[in-house]
């Protein structure tokens, strides 16, 4: 006898489509599951943070803009990596695409798995909340409360036996509290609104972060800017840089049009540009979810994923210094093996357990609280154990391979790693077809 699961996905982004592709896949003919699935959609388009938008601030529905693409930015990973797994870019396409690129992709995949019927756009998820909590857990059902984002009118809520969230976490800017930022003088921003470098012609600008944005707007920036300082704690960029660049230190304090960094140096900016990353919003799921944003850490989440409260609720993407779609793939298709039962969680307490043991192996490693969930080179064991619990195979090698030659590649060659190009051979390996001008 067949079962249908109910099954509510926030967001039409890379993840939420990919959400919707496993959901309502027929490939499972096993499955004695049948999914019903909506996606809850804010904009008017799929695409999430790709949809590249010149508004900054407020979208045309009052909304904050959900989007942090600026006009000229190309992927730092090559498209051989980034693709679903069962999904490939055009052969045709460079390795380093545009964000104009990535989200002609993204609605090319929705349309091939035939998923906008399943999507109700332009509704925003106000409230998610876990009701009939005194049964069983598999009776457990949410309540989803939405709202239409034009005409300002709250939805009926809805009943789901299931909840994927897939919002994302590059839409709420993270700002460092620097003693005197309320002093300066001069113009201060966010890489969330950062979008054309003329903006910033003929200014000094001091950017906090090397982070990838930290590291790409810096290199756009030097030939417009007068001056441009790359303000981190990291060890120094290896790599050559532009004349004009040059690296410092973390801020100290800022006072007037003077910024103080920590070795006592201090220069007169004209533009302050936070590249400092973003925080988790999860606000609309109610305190009774169990998931919390502590200090840049999401609680009460097992593998990242998984709420150990309720597992019928889970968050896609919450790891960071990933390749992403791939990634989202493995979560995806081992969250419909759990509701399937193909694979059965641990219980509660020993989800928490392992939860809590990874993050105190982490903080004794020397990894900062806020660096709960950055994965990089720990990202392909991560996926390798998801795809083991869900008995499905793990992603080919080549994944790990060119995440691993992106990385020396940049590290040596920042400026011109983005004009490689990258192939997969017969045997299944990556390969570096082109190196041209680096």
């Known amino acids: 006898m067949e079962t249908t699961v109910t099954v509510a996905v926030v967001g039409a ?9 496993h959901l309502t896949s027929s490939e499972h003919v096993a499955s004695r599951h049948h ?23 407020s979208d045309q529905n009052g909304l904050p803009v959900h989007s942090s693409m600026y006009k000229n930015l190309r992927t730092n990973l090559p498209v051989q990596c980034m693709a679903f797994p069962d999904f490939p870019f055009k052969s045709t396409r460079p390795s380093f695409v545009k964000h104009e690129v990535v989200q002609e992709y993204l609605e090319d995949y929705a349309s091939h798995f035939d998923l906008f019927k399943h999507i109700k756009f332009q509704t925003l998820v106000k409230w998610i909340q876990p009701v009939n909590m005194q049964s069983e857990l598999k009776k457990l059902q949410w309540e989803v409360t939405t709202c239409d984002v034009v005409n300002k009118i709250e939805h009926q809520p809805e009943l789901f036996d299931a909840i994927l969230v897939c919002n994302g976490h590059y839409a709420d800017p993270l700002i460092p509290d620097i003693p005197g930022i309320e002093t300066f003088s001069g113009q201060v921003y966010h890489s969330h609104d950062y979008r054309v470098p003329e903006t910033f012609s003929d200014k000094v600008v001091v950017i906090l972060g090397a982070g990838s944005s930290g590291q790409d707007i810096a290199l756009e920036l030097a030939p417009y800017s007068k001056w441009v300082y790359l303000s981190h704690k990291k060890p120094l960029l290896a790599s050559k840089l532009p004349e004009n660049l040059t690296q410092k230190p973390g801020i100290e304090k800022i006072l007037s049009s003077s910024v103080h960094f920590n070795d006592d140096s201090l220069v007169t900016a004209d533009v302050l540009l936070f590249c400092t990353g973003y925080n988790y919003n999860y606000s609309f799921l109610a305190p009774q979810c169990g998931v919390q944003v502590v200090d840049g850490r999401v609680t ?19 790891c960071k210094v990933i390749v992403p779609f791939p990634m989202f793939d493995v979560q995806i298709r081992l969250f419909r093996s759990v509701l399937e039962g193909t694979c059965v969680l641990p219980s509660k307490e020993s989800m928490d357990e392992d939860t809590e043991n990874d993050y105190r192996k982490r903080l004794e490693e020397g990894m900062p609280h806020r660096y ?20 499905i195979s793990r992603l080919p090698f080549h994944y790990s391979q060119l995440y691993h030659m992106c990385h020396q590649l940049r590290r040596q060659h920042l400026t011109s790693y983005k004009n490689c190009n990258f192939d997969i051979n017969e045997a299944g390996d990556a390969v570096l077809i082109s190196s041209k001008n680096i």
């Not at 709960?372 to 990202?379: D, E, F, N, R, Y």
């Open 13 to 21: 982004g890379a993840a939420g489509l990919c959400a919707l592709r």
């Open 300 to 318: 009460g989440l097992f593998k990242h994923l998984f709420c150990t409260k309720f597992p019928t609720l889970a968050v896609i993407g919450v």
């Open 372 to 391: 709960a969930h950055t994965m990089s080179s720990l990202q392909f064991n991560y996926n390798d154990d998801l795809a083991d619990m869900a008995k």
């Open 35 to 57: 999914f019903e699935v909506t996606c809850f959609e804010q904009s008017s388009r799929v695409g999430g943070t790709w949809i590249y938008t010149e508004r900054t601030g």
